[in-house]
């Protein structure tokens, strides 16, 4: 039963939607199992870009199925315009199934996500703002609005209306907080104050209104509801693979990532099963994806950041701006004490290395090794504890780096002595093989290394 997960290794924009890409050639069903429109996946296919959030990357082949499976957070209104989107540029979308149990993303899930970060001021976790957080916790207070209830004005006023009551001190809070920035900004500002704060207008948390929204959005996405679990079973039971295709990455997972300063899921290959609705003996192979050097979107540790001329040129040459929130991400070496961490966490089987062409030029290439504490022990593992997490300074091997242009190879002979190097260094410290480079942001820009 080959049912073979992606994931990010590092703190996401990896490269995953490339890598889900190329490998959903081989497969029948593509889902995705957490997560929302807080991901961005850019895929460039014959030179035209797409960007998706929510929608799986496999939806660029009309022939497979796509599912959006019940761990996933969806915005409906993100979600209908990525389809309308896409179909305007041609693409068929009849094959995307969206599973009847996916919790909605409400108006004021994004509300509560702007304030909760204005409320925590210099402390913010620095969240997309996509209402991410208060939706999963709806969930767990199983206050959650889901795909299923969209279908039933009756069921779904009564939801909205139990799942407002709770809110409204919250809510207050917030219109409180946005009329003194209106304020303070000045009247002519008063839009660019709204904006300014992810401000959504607040006729939207009118009980009935609301109602009818979602009801039209109901109407819509009605062909596309189904039993995804199923899908995937009967996939799988047939012999064909799914790509469980996750989004975000091991160290933002909420669990094991570097909490608090995570997103509200759980990225790591594990969460496949519940957000998808597999066992995990329906798992075969996990893929690991990390770039050949690290960014991180958002607050939080990064033991590896680097302010430098050499963080610059990654910056610079790999583009290093969120795809969703337009966000300048901050670059660093690659991290193998992280990196092992995510292989052993995953049950990593194969690793896929992005964008090594963006490190061509860097005379000196850095690769941390292990840590050391403040208080001087080494660390050849990825700390447990947060203060000893906040603490560490990575310890560097220096290799040399390659000059040339690798945007053009194709097989690992092509590469430059020194960029094979690398990657052999990579591979041996992170004990898994690397089976797929990437050397530029075209679908072809890939050396397969078996
Ligand atoms: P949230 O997922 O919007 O709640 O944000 C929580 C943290 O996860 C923040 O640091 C975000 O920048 C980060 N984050 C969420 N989604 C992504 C992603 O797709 N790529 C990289 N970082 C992400």
Redesign the pocket.
Known sequence: MPGLVIV?AQ???EGKGKVTDLLAERAEMIVRFQ??N???HTIVRDGEEFKFHLIPSGILYPEKTCAIGNGVVLDPRILLGEIDGLRRRGVDVGNLKISANAHLIMPYHVLL?TAGELKLGKLS?????????PCYADKALRLGIRVQDLLDEKILRAKIRTALASKQQALRELSVQRRKLRKEAGEGDREAAGQAIGDAPDPRLDLHAMTEEHISYGHRLEPHIADTARLCWDTLDAGKTVIFEG???TL?DLDHGTYP?????NPIAGAATVGAGVGPNDIEEVWGVAKAYA??????PFPTEIEDAAGRHMLERGHEY????G?E?RCGWIDLVALRYAVRINGMTSLAITKLDVLGGLETLRVAVRYRSREGALLDSFPYHQSILHGATPEYEELPGFDADISGCRKAADLPSEARAYLEYIEELAGVPIRLVGVGPGRDQVVWMD
Request: avoid cysteine; proline fraction near 0%; hydrophobic fraction near 30%.
């Open positions: 990010g703190w996401g924009d997560g929302g807080n991901a961005g996500d976790l620095g969240t997309t703002r996509r209402g991410i957080g989004a975000q990455a933002l300063f995570v997103t509200s899921s960014t991180r979107v958002g607050a939080g969120g795809t969703t929130t966000r991400r």
